[in-house]
């Protein structure tokens, strides 16, 4: 069974930093683009960042350019966002997503499985 599980969120600071994992299971993580989605109260589900199939690219929104990193994790199980310089609109719930052999767009409705999500609260 295709699983997605995001863990690492919690209450941080402005200015600070989190690393937010994606364990993957039940599938071969390399052969689906994998995104990280957010939704904070309010707003529309923004897709923050993706990373294609066999690593054919990654790709980031304009609000979180230079502040976030994707990457496929060591254990070739986890996709993880690291973020840098958290500001106070980055408060929301993350998500991450798969999509079978998709190169990696922002778009929710071409991701077929998702995680539960994980909060991300930046407060002073």
């Known amino acids: 069974q295709i699983q997605l599980e995001e863990s690492g969120g919690g209450l941080v600071q402005p200015g600070g930093s989190l690393r937010l994992s994606c364990a993957c299971s039940?599938?071969?993580?390399?052969?689906?683009?994998i995104a990280w989605f957010r939704q904070a109260p309010g707003k529309e589900r923004e897709g923050v960042s993706s990373?294609?199939?066999?690593?054919?690219?990654?790709y980031y929104a304009d609000s979180v350019k230079d502040r976030f990193t994707i990457t496929r994790g060591n254990t070739k199980k986890t996709v993880d966002l690291v973020i840098t310089n958290l500001k106070y609109e980055d408060t929301a719930v993350y998500y991450c997503a798969a999509d079978y052999y998709g190169f990696g767009s922002n778009y929710a409705p071409n991701y077929d499985y998702w995680g539960p999500g994980t909060q991300v609260t930046v407060s002073s």
């Open positions: 039940g599938f071969t993580v390399e052969t689906y683009a």
């Open positions: 990373i294609g199939a066999d690593d054919d690219g990654t």
